[in-house]
């Protein structure tokens, strides 16, 4: 770059140091060749007839410089439109148009030179204060999006417009960078749009990049980033190809997108720079890969070739809308038909071997991009550059004095045009023989159209350009692209569109994770939480039910939670009440056989009144734990645990009472002790009375206040359980520490009287009862805390009937006995005994 920039000053620096001199001298000459015609007004043109390519027999060869069928092709579309614009009476009367091409070589020296020689011509001397002594008023050119970079900011000054037919670089559309730049392809803003779309509609979310290590790749790259920034779409590697071939570079970008898990690759760079590194990839055997290919790639004939479509088989991409003695043409003729003109029996350049050439080759013999006519895509914008400029002079000559659009309202001298003159290209607008309106916006960029192509194999093997879509930037956003998904053959020729993926789309019922240090489509499906979901796939986080929801199984949707309570039906409900009722059976038919036997001493000496009572409210202790089986009710809340409170009340009263009886009965026996009158039977029944009274109260103030009432268990959990409230936890409390408070003293009193002298001492047994009964429900207390759902109330249940079964056993169990078993004891003298 830094040679091009001398060069320049060289050629141009006449005009600065011969200021005061009448002529200009020329430095040095462009020696190239060149196609030209004379005219009123001539068109430069600047095409890469000339490629810098590995020849592919051999990739051990050193790169050599080869003829671009294509580029040829191009310049000759140019010489064609020109002549046929000449022949057209209505455009541009008596006005001949001309043409000077050149070869720019793909190489920013070449096309430099070669632009400034169309600029100031060739003559030895000029007479001109500018120092120029052309007047060519437009270039059509550069190919490269680079190489028009330089061109129109080193003719800008000149105010040389330059009209590229293939630069696409979206950095081009700066005016303020760029003033004099135009094109007749759309840019690269657009393409990578329908790039990124292609990608988002096929559902790939990592995918590799590989572009051209220049402006076109860079800023390809950078646009293609803020289209898919929102999108979930992510980049796995990224290559940058350099115009320069590197073996060592393409070994390394081979690698890359061998070892990555990509499988879908954006191409955004040139054929040309691409060629070595999809023959590496076809040496080194790596197949499998989806390639999307921009305009620069889709369309060329050095890679859609029979020896590649290994690799690049099923290629999609986007690419513009088509149409249907020189210098160059012996070369063009040789290469044709690997002969040679030259006066040499046999040339070997590189691996071929030439034949001299007659002249009377066939050309509709041969098959190659020259001849291809079924995609003239560059080709027509080659045509449309030319016409461009021919509408802009024909403006200019149908101009009215005092109407014109330059200084003081003049108009333009076709005949002798000024710089800048020109320019006003940018504001034509016509209607080109296809039917295609054509016109330029503020960017000088022209409405963007794409075909949709994907490489097929035709029936005789060859590689043909499918048409499967079309994107039309004109449409809405998100309207643009159209596409057929059944025209399509996908790498390998697959009919089911590729997947590329980092990670499988998490399913509902689960969410993303993402990977410590990798991109966010690298993820692991995580499971939803108990009463979470999610609904939908890649899911980014769960989603809670509401308190009375649960989530099903599959995690992907609530439903209502089970209510849960302890019925009737459950196993655990049958057993607990088969317990209570049987121990009800029990408890009755103590008392049956109590109550047949109730004149022998055994009943009689220990107060078979109390006990009859005692054995009344051991029923209610079986019965009441049948209340907290089933659904909770309004009603059954308020039954159970009064029942409870008011059963176990009685049953412990009855016990004090009876201990009280035993312990006075032993002290009356002393002399002049007359306690026994003072406990008679009516006071016995007081002091049950009082005793079981006192718990009333207590329930019924808790009725009053604040009773129990159902309830459901906010707790998080698969089943809603459905329980009973105490309402009043202090009145609960008390309930139960009346309950506490009565056996405590029925304990003190009983071992008190336990070691009293009698055959039968009913103490020892009103102490192990008691024992048993403070027991079971101290044990109750951690148990009923920690115990989940409905086996919370089946601790308190198991509590009642294993106190109630403790009392009935220690108490009532060994007289039992002794009434049936053994009924020589059951007399007054055993009992009296010592």
């Given at each position: ?129 500018r120092c120029t002594a052309s007047n060519v008023t ?215 071997l030439q034949q001299p050439c007659t002249g009377f ?474």
């Amino acid at each position: 770059m830094y040679s091009c920039c001398i060069l320049f000053l060289l050629v141009l620096g006449t005009g600065v140091l011969g200021a005061n001199q009448s002529l200009c001298k020329l430095r040095g000459k462009f020696d190239l060749p060149e196609l030209s015609m004379g005219g009123d007004v001539l068109l430069g043109g600047l095409f890469q007839i000339h490629t810098k390519i590995i020849t592919l027999r051999d990739v051990k060869n050193p790169p050599f410089y080869s003829f671009n069928f294509r580029a040829f092709r191009w310049a000759q579309t140019m010489i064609f439109a020109i002549e046929e614009v000449n022949k057209d009476p209505t455009l541009l009367p008596n006005i001949t148009l001309g043409y000077r091409i050149y070869d720019s070589c793909g190489k920013h020296p070449m096309s430099l030179r070669a632009a400034i020689t169309l600029v100031n011509g060739q003559e030895e001397t000029v007479s001109s204060s500018r120092c120029t002594a052309s007047n060519v008023t437009v270039i059509i050119g550069d190919p490269s999006s680079t190489q028009s970079m330089i061109l129109s900011q080193t003719l800008a000054p000149f105010q040389i417009p330059v009209l590229s037919y293939y630069s696409t670089c979206s950095c081009l559309s700066n005016k303020f960078e760029f003033p004099t730049f135009l094109r007749t392809i759309p840019s690269d803003n657009y393409q990578v749009k329908a790039m990124a779309q292609l990608v988002k509609r096929f559902g790939w979310t990592w995918i590799g990049f590989v572009a051209n290590d220049d402006d076109y790749g860079q800023y390809g790259l950078q646009i293609f980033k803020d289209e898919i920034q929102h999108s979930g779409v992510c980049i796995a590697f990224i290559e940058f190809v350099p115009k320069i071939y590197s073996k060592a570079k393409v070994l390394n970008i081979v690698d890359t997108i061998k070892i990555s898990s990509a499988r879908v690759v954006i191409l955004f760079a040139g054929d040309v720079v691409l060629l070595p590194v999809m023959k590496e990839l076809l040496k080194q055997n790596v197949t499998g890969r989806q390639w999307i290919a921009s305009e620069s790639a889709i369309v060329s004939g050095l890679l859609s070739v029979k020896e590649l479509y290994p690799v690049m088989g099923g290629t999609i991409g986007t690419t513009i809308l088509g149409f249907p003695g020189d210098n160059f043409v012996h070369e063009f003729w040789g290469t044709m038909f690997n002969c040679t003109f030259k006066k040499v029996e046999n040339v070997h350049e590189g691996t071929y071997l030439q034949q001299p050439c007659t002249g009377f080759e066939d050309l509709t013999e041969q098959e190659n991009t020259y001849s291809d006519v079924s995609q003239l895509r560059i080709s027509y914008n080659v045509y449309k550059a030319v016409y461009s400029v021919a509408h802009a002079l024909q403006n200019l000559l149908l101009c009215v004095n005092d109407e014109g659009p330059f200084e003081n309202r003049k108009c333009a001298d076709i005949l002798n045009l000024q710089p800048g003159q020109v320019r006003k290209c940018n504001q034509v607008k016509f209607r080109s023989k296809l039917g295609e309106d054509i016109y330029f916006d503020e960017n000088g960029d022209v409405v963007a159209f794409y075909d949709i192509l994907n490489w097929q194999l035709d029936t005789e093997g060859n590689v043909q350009y499918v048409k499967v879509g079309r994107f039309d930037a004109s449409l809405g956003r998100g309207q643009e692209l159209d596409i057929n998904e059944e025209l399509i053959f996908w790498r390998e020729g697959q009919t089911t569109v590729v997947k590329s993926k980092c990670s499988e789309s998490c399913p509902p019922g689960t969410r993303k994770g993402v990977r410590k240090g990798q991109p966010l489509c690298c993820f692991d499906c995580i499971p939803c939480a108990d009463a979470e979901i999610s609904n939908q796939t890649n899911s980014i986080e769960c989603t809670k039910c509401p308190l009375d929801y649960w989530s099903n199984e599959q995690r992907d949707s609530c439903i209502p939670k089970e209510i849960e309570f302890l019925s009737f039906e459950d196993d655990l409900g049958i057993v607990l009440s088969v317990v209570a009722l049987s121990g009800t059976f029990t408890t009755i038919a103590v008392a049956a056989v109590f109550f047949y036997h109730r004149n022998t001493p055994i009943v009689r000496a220990n107060n078979s009144e109390l006990s009859f009572l005692l054995l009344l409210s051991l029923c209610f202790c079986f019965l009441c734990s049948l209340t907290f089986i089933g659904e909770p009710l309004v009603w059954s809340c308020m039954l159970r645990h009064t029942a409870f409170g008011i059963s176990f009340a009685l049953c412990i009263s009855c016990i004090l009472g009876k201990t009280i009886v035993v312990l006075m009965a032993f002290k009356a026996t002393l002399p002049n002790n007359n306690r026994m009158k003072w406990l008679g039977p009516t006071q016995q029944r007081s002091i049950v009375f009082v005793s079981t009274g006192i718990q009333v109260i207590i329930c019924t103030l808790w009725l009053a206040t604040s009773p129990p009432f159902p309830t459901q268990s906010k707790f998080r959990s698969a089943k809603l359980l459905l329980e009973c409230d105490v309402g009043s936890v202090t009145a609960f409390s008390c309930m139960l520490g009346y309950i506490g408070l009565l056996a405590c003293l029925c304990f003190v009193l009983a071992f008190f009287a336990r070691k009293l002298p009698d055959n039968f001492n009913e103490a020892k047994f009103i102490t192990f009862s008691m024992i048993i009964f403070c027991a079971v429900w101290l044990t109750f207390i951690p148990a009923y805390v920690s115990t989940p759902g409905k086996y919370t109330v089946a601790v308190e249940i198991f509590a009642i009937l294993s106190s109630s079964t403790g009392l009935l056993g220690c108490i009532f169990v060994p007289k039992c006995y002794i009434i049936m078993l053994k009924p020589e004891q059951n007399t007054k003298k055993h009992l009296m005994g010592k």
